[in-house]
């Protein structure tokens, strides 16, 4: 079976939950203090912005790794569903950590939310890689093994640092939080060396 099918399929989850994240930005009922009330909706573009740099950089990292998947089996389907059931759950976490920064209310369990559903992603992203590079059997002639590994031994690193990050979210809530878009913004910057896949991410 190609890819075709499961990278439609995949853009259109990624599309959906993308556009979703603007829902969570509700525009002020009255008028009369505009800028003011605009202002306070900072938490709402924070969580948004955030949200909106990761599903680009998931979707961007999911693209590159199927540059180099030529054949797809039913497992590498369900590694790649529960992919996008996390994704699709990241409106809803970027709306309960939204809420918690306006109301300032129950920020640790939002930070550790929010970070803890990233770490599944990666874990799900690696499990799609794994899947298809085990033995070699799904890859195609574009990449060789040592390179499929090294690509292996990067994506891990995702799901360790946000571990890392939702640790420290949950002495320091505003730090983890932080420390999650540092690693976000860090993981867009290209590799300027070796391989051309992008850094890895939850992915």
């Given at each position: 079976?190609?890819?075709q ?7 259109g ?11 969570d930005?509700?525009?002020?009922q009255?008028s009369a ?12 573009y924070l969580?948004?912005?955030?949200s909106f ?13 199927f ?8 497992m590498?389907m ?7 059931m ?12 939204s809420?918690?920064?306006?109301e300032h209310?129950?920020?640790?369990t939002?930070?550790?939310l929010?970070?803890?559903t990233l770490?599944?992603g990666?874990i ?6 794994e ?6 059997r799904l ?9 499929a ?9 995702g ?19 932080a420390?999650?878009?540092?690693l976000?913004l860090f993981?867009?910057l290209?590799?300027t060396?070796?391989?051309h896949l992008?850094?890895?991410?939850p992915?």
């Amino acid at each position: 079976m190609n890819t075709q099918r499961i990278e439609a399929f995949s853009d259109g989850v990624f599309a959906i939950a993308i556009t979703l994240l603007v829902l969570d930005i509700r525009p002020p009922q009255a008028s009369a203090h505009l800028a003011a009330d605009l202002l306070a909706l900072w938490p709402s573009y924070l969580a948004y912005l955030i949200s909106f740099l990761l599903i680009g950089l998931i979707w961007a990292n999911h693209h590159e790794m199927f540059q180099h998947i030529r054949r797809v089996d039913r497992m590498l389907m369900f590694f790649n569903t529960l992919l996008l059931m996390n994704v699709a759950f990241l409106p809803f976490v970027t709306a309960v950590l939204s809420s918690s920064l306006r109301e300032h209310i129950g920020l640790r369990t939002a930070v550790i939310l929010y970070g803890s559903t990233l770490v599944i992603g990666g874990i799900f992203f690696n499990a799609v890689w794994e899947w298809a590079r085990y033995r070699h059997r799904l890859l195609g002639d574009s990449i060789a093994p040592a390179d499929a590994k090294a690509i292996a031994r990067r994506f891990m690193l995702g799901p360790t640092a946000y571990l890392v990050g939702t640790a420290i979210g949950a002495v320091v809530p505003v730090l983890g939080l932080a420390l999650f878009a540092a690693l976000i913004l860090f993981y867009w910057l290209p590799i300027t060396h070796g391989l051309h896949l992008s850094r890895s991410a939850p992915g």
